[in-house]
């Protein structure tokens, strides 16, 4: 009997053994341990806790009969609200339209991928999706080593010795601050520095700035004031609106790159056609910001800034270090210091480490490997969202002091979630 054509040997031999992406499978494995009756911390999966802003739900629910097909490209009116944002939240100056509306930004960073022949380069350590999705494509990964003495923040001199070992060839660069896995943000100088590299070596820069609106402080800096003209920028609504489930990401490209935006449309419109309607429309409505949205943002961000503050201040109380707290809702706190005492009880690399922390005090979070960083290193991805946002957002609003008393009120799982950490480090 020949051996059957509809056996997994006939897999593209690019997607063979790809497991499915970590994030998602820590979720999993958390709600699994949660139905054996554990009680379970879930810091693994990176979501905003926050309810999506009251009229961007009133604008969903008015455009619920919004049925035909949109243009590939997005909703006119969209993409120039979009723009527009972008101009007055972070004073990027782009043609009118020059947008691309996709169904999740994490779908227009493959398309970009899949259509832009050149090798990928991501810091390590970088978000999870990037390097698989190169992966799929066939394309080759270069992680450009970072330090956490710097944060872990890539350096220009970092990224100008890569390039120019092999110069000459097409790259293109995905840069993401507020980063995710690490919280830190660039300041404007260092991504200036970084640009300047970036344009003498002609690459191609993806900006991804998903969490540029809960940058702490309310003013991130983007790369793609001082490397304009090759530096497409990467935005939506699922973190600073908390829409993950709606899926709408929006990437922003300079008149030069017309080209690429032009190739991913003709992409889009032979696999997704257009995101959802409705969705659209209300996004409208986010995009053009206002007092409400406003106020929502400077309380989601005020509840970030000091609960990532504290959670930071006692994981490096217990002996971790973790850097500079400024941005999103991540810490990527590194146990090295701690390596005798963990490897006293076999844990000798962030696997073990991640999986014997949720065995022993139930909080889930993701091993460093996952980012990029060396399977030995004992660096972690805590994601410190685990509490009811809802409650804490109309807290906020109600003027409640946001302080550690603040904290113990409304974050009350992730606060127990950190103790429980730095106890088991400690005994
Ligand atoms: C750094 C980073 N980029 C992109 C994405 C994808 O976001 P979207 O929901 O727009 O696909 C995520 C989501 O977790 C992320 O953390």
Known sequence: MPASLLSSPHLNPNVLGLPPSATLAINERSDALIADGRKV???????????????????????????????????????????????????????????LVG???????????????GELLVPSPSWVSYAPQARIIGRRVTWLQTEFAHDWKLLPQTLDAHCRANPGLPRLLIVNYPSNPTG?????????????????????????????????????????????????????LSKWCGAGGWRLGLFSFPAELEW????????????????????????????????????????????????????????????????????AFYLFPDFGALRA???????????ALSETLLDDTGVATLPGHEFGRPRN???LRLSYVNFDGARALKAAEAGERIDIAFLRRHCTQTLEA??????????
């Open 184 to 236: 830190v943000v660039c300041s404007d100088a260092e991504l200036a520095t970084l640009a300047e590299v970036a344009r003498r070596h002609q690459v191609l820069v993806i900006s991804d700035e998903i969490y540029s609106d809960l940058d702490h402080s309310g003013r991130a800096a983007s790369i793609a004031h001082h490397y304009p003209e090759g530096t497409v920028v990467s935005t939506g």
């Open 260 to 327: 690429l935006c032009s190739a991913l449309a003709s992409i889009a419109s032979e696999t997704y056609t257009s995101v959802s309607a409705p969705i659209q429309y209300a996004a409208l409505r986010a995009f053009a910001g206002g007092p409400e949205i406003d106020a929502y943002l400077r309380h989601c961000r005020a509840v970030l800034a000091a609960l990532g503050q504290h959670c930071a201040a006692t994981l490096r109380d217990a002996g971790c270090r973790v850097p500079t707290v400024g941005g």
């Open 377 to 379: 290193e004992l660096t």
């Open 103 to 117: 169904p999740g930004s994490k779908e227009l960073i493959f398309l970009t991928q899949l259509a832009y022949a």
């Open 341 to 351: 005492r963990l490897a006293a009880r076999g844990i000798t690399g962030a696997a």
């Open 418 to 427: 950190i103790d429980r950490i730095a106890d088991w480090v400690a005994n």
């Open 41 to 99: 911390y879930k810091l693994g999966l990176g979501q905003s806790p926050f309810p999506v802003p009251e009229c961007v739900v009133a604008a969903l629910r008015e455009a619920a009969a919004e049925k035909d097909y949109l243009p590939v490209r997005g909703l006119r009116p969209l993409r120039e609200m979009v723009t527009e944002f972008l101009h007055r939240r972070h004073g990027l100056e782009r043609a009118r339209r020059q947008v």
